[in-house]
């Protein structure tokens, strides 16, 4: 089944402890992304990703890295992550390839920052 | 500065009723309008999407209408259902490579 798999689907820690949220996708997508949903402030995104070993900022990329040394996968990381940071984070992936652009999203991480 | 203006944020609809959900643009390079729909506990999934060489497209009860020149695109759904309660986003992007930017998300109620 082509999906995008995020882990894990939901996280409690404490302000500045080291963290990662895995994305992994079975489709040979080029392009990847992270968002982050918050009430009112519908899916704004983080990084993306349009091939191996290029990645570039969103609209909020501060207190976040990526990387994409695998074509399927793209971890985000939060070096010291801030209760600012307690949202809802997704990964999309798509091909961006002719005349479909469309995303297929992962189930979602749910991040509480305490 | 926000590229894809949603409106409403919220909408209730009574069961068989029709729901419209309406977004706005200024990059006029946008070639790709799309609509997500998320329910809660998802992730959002490509409901329908539509490009500027037509003004209409439908797939069941879902219709984009799209108006080029006010540079406005609207979802209508038809005979609205308590299942289509969902958060419903319109999307647009441009050919190359660049990010799809989404609007703020529109959460739909539809009540029997």
């Known amino acids: 089944e082509a999906q995008v798999t995020q882990n894990p689907r939901y996280l409690i820690t404490v302000t500045g402890k080291k963290l990662t949220v895995t994305c992994s996708q079975n489709m040979n997508h080029e392009y990847m992304s992270w968002y982050r949903q918050d009430p009112g402030l519908g899916l704004r995104q983080i990084y993306y990703s349009m091939n191996v070993e290029v990645t570039d900022k969103g609209d909020v990329p501060e207190g976040y890295k990526v990387s994409r040394k695998e074509k399927r996968n793209f971890p985000l990381i939060l070096e010291s992550p801030s209760p600012n940071q307690t949202s809802l984070y997704f990964c999309?992936?798509?091909?961006?390839?002719?005349?479909?652009?469309?995303?297929?999203f992962g189930s979602g991480t749910r991040l509480t920052v305490v | 500065q926000q590229q894809v203006k949603q409106s409403p944020q919220s909408l209730i609809v009574q069961k068989g009723g029709i729901s419209i959900i309406n977004c706005a643009y200024e990059n006029t390079a946008f070639d790709y309008f799309p609509w997500y729909q998320q329910f809660p506990g998802k992730g959002p999934a490509l409901l329908i999407a539509i490009r500027p060489d037509v003004s209409e497209k439908k797939e069941g009860r879902f219709t984009i209408s799209f108006n080029k020149s006010a540079k406005q695109f609207s979802l209508h759904i038809m005979d609205s259902q308590p299942g289509d309660s969902a958060t419903y986003f319109c999307?647009?992007?441009?050919?190359?490579?660049?990010?799809?930017?989404f609007g703020k998300g529109t959460r739909l109620s539809v009540i029997a």
């Open positions: 999309a992936s798509s091909s961006g390839q002719g005349r479909s652009y469309g995303y297929t």
């Open positions: 999307a647009a992007k441009n050919s190359g490579n660049t990010p799809l930017v």
